[in-house]
């Protein structure tokens, strides 16, 4: 089954108003990345924690390896958030590759 | 700043044809990957290196080959090109060696097109 549990799938926000995307993992791994992509389907790294939050102006993820989940904050959303946001859970096993949830469509909305 | 380039951005193959799609990378890093993301799906692992010379098959690998024929050239060659591989291809660098970040930097994305 799926390792990588993405929700929710779409997501619309007023400007100015703020949400939580959310990323279960099946098992233990060892970091996670989250990418916004962008109009014009470029992959934009948004963060990546190997352990505990970190912080970049309206935005905020958490990642806690042993409850096997992470957490992206958008805060005062802006119509420019807008686009598909994707967490990528990084595999217990030798070769670092990412395993990605299936994206959650964010629509900021005047 | 992490600097992955494709090429090209966008084709157009002919089922049974060959497809070669390529990657660089100047960040000098050790892994490339190769992924392929369809519409509703997050992406997948088609194929990876560890550096030059090296390629190991991923998660979904069959009707693929890699090439690794340098540290900076990762490629992705599609023999016989099906529809069913029309899809989005993204590369991938990373450093990834030992206990060291191995955070992934994507390339732009090469559109594809299986007719």
């Known amino acids: 089954g799926d390792q990588v549990e993405q929700s929710p799938s779409a997501l619309s926000l007023h400007e100015g108003t703020g949400s939580a995307l959310r990323c279960n993992f099946t098992?233990?791994?060892?970091?996670v990345q989250w990418f916004r992509k962008n109009s014009r389907g470029s992959l934009i790294n948004l963060f990546y924690l190997a352990s505990g939050t970190k912080e970049n102006g309206r935005l905020k993820s958490a990642f806690d390896s042993k409850e096997r989940y992470s957490t992206l904050h958008i805060r005062d959303a802006q119509l420019e958030d807008s686009g598909t946001y994707f967490c990528?859970?990084?595999?217990?096993?030798?070769?670092?590759?990412?395993?990605f949830g299936s994206g959650t469509q964010l629509t900021v909305m005047p | 700043e992490a600097a992955v380039t494709q090429s090209p951005r966008n084709k157009v193959a002919v089922t049974g044809g060959k497809v070669t799609l390529s990657c660089n990378q100047t960040?000098?890093?050790?892994?490339m990957y190769w992924y392929r993301q369809d519409t509703g799906h997050g992406l997948r692992l088609i194929h990876y290196s560890y550096g030059a010379g090296s390629t190991e098959k991923g998660d979904i690998p069959d009707g693929y080959k890699a090439s690794r024929p340098s540290q900076e050239n990762f490629s992705l060659i599609l023999e016989l090109a099906t529809p069913s591989q029309t899809s989005v291809y993204f590369c991938a660098s990373g450093e990834g060696t030992g206990g060291a970040r191995a955070e992934q930097f994507f390339g732009p994305g090469t559109r594809l097109t299986v007719l």
């Open positions: 960040n000098n890093h050790n892994n």
């Open positions: 990528a859970a990084e595999a217990p096993s030798g070769s670092w590759q990412l395993i």
């Open positions: 098992t233990t791994m060892r970091a």
